[in-house]
């Protein structure tokens, strides 16, 4: 594709949460004109693009006015309607494609382009009737049953032992389609980020290692403090190989489990910037964002360098209320006066248990100085301070 210059073309993105909003402001950055099509009148990301199309993701007016005002168009979340994404595709460059989107959208097809890409991941079964219920086998128990669709930070997954667990939580969920995958022993989870362009030219950030509690991201540290080289060369490749089999284009992330007996395999794949990344904004010298801003427009893609040891905490609603319920603001102050700390806020209208509110970048010269400026940054919020 041509190259869109910046100052002289307008980028859109469906989906107006916070990494359309941080999407807008790297494009906006490089001289990017953008505009947000979402249904929610009160957005994040509407709220500082030069736009807001409020409409619903198939709303054929709407999509009419992407396709009019926009040069390029991307997503900010893998749940947005990849035939969305077809019909814009007739009209303007859009990135990443609806075919890619559809793979991530369905865990059934996407552990099948796992393993046509040749990256192993763990042991499943798919389930969409009783006969496959049924002939699952015993030596995936005990396992977590996910729906096939939908299905984010901990939400349509249900933890099962026993065949008679299996068969009553599939019922839990309404019977829809559904992976069940082996429980494996984890030493650790992981992410690799991976920018590749329309030329096939592709750049990754470093190994992220993460943590999360509830099923949530709570926290990132890059460089991955417990990984071996090897294995960090391991994930790279695999990401590597999933985006080029993919003929992906745009920012992708693929999250990992590193086994107790020392094996990797694939978790699960993003097609979009990640919460893991968000690290990217303070700790290395080109973000996520503006990665995926350069996929999109047809710009050079630099190979990221990271210039600071960083850790990111997650920061949830929950922060926003005290121990009896009340409404009540974090310490910012006292955050903010510890050397090295970057906050993101999103701009949400309204703070509720378990919604993502905003992240704490901490950057340093080594990995221990910025994990004890993030344990201490997580003990004023009240976070656990055990990474």
Known sequence: MTALLPGAATLGVLGGGQLGRMFVHAAQALGYRCIV???????????????HVKADYLDPVGLAQMARDCDAITTEFENVPAVALETLAGMRVVAPAAAAVAVCQDRAVEKAHFEAAGVPCAPHAVITNDIELAAVDPALLPGILKTSRMGYDGKGQ???????????????LKRVPCVLEQLLPLKAELSVLVARGADGLLVNFPVQQNLHRAGILAVTEVPAPAVPAEVQGQAVAAARQVADALGYVGVLCIEFFWLEDGRLVVNEMAPRPHNSGHWTMNGADVSQFELQVRALAGLPLPQ????????????????????????????????????????HLYGKAEARHGRKMGHLNITAETPQAARLVAAEAAAILGLPTSF
């Open 37 to 51: 099509l979402d249904p929610d009148a009160i957005s994040p990301a509407g709220a500082v693009a030069e736009k």
């Open 158 to 172: 249900v933890r099962v032992s026993t065949a008679a667990e299996l068969a009553e939580a599939w019922g839990r």
């Open 304 to 343: 990221p360098r990271q210039h600071s040891a960083s850790v990111m905490l997650n920061l949830l609603g929950d922060l926003w209320f005290n121990d009896d319920g009340g409404p009540t603001p974090p310490a910012w102050d006292r955050v903010l006066a510890l050397p090295g700390t970057h906050l």
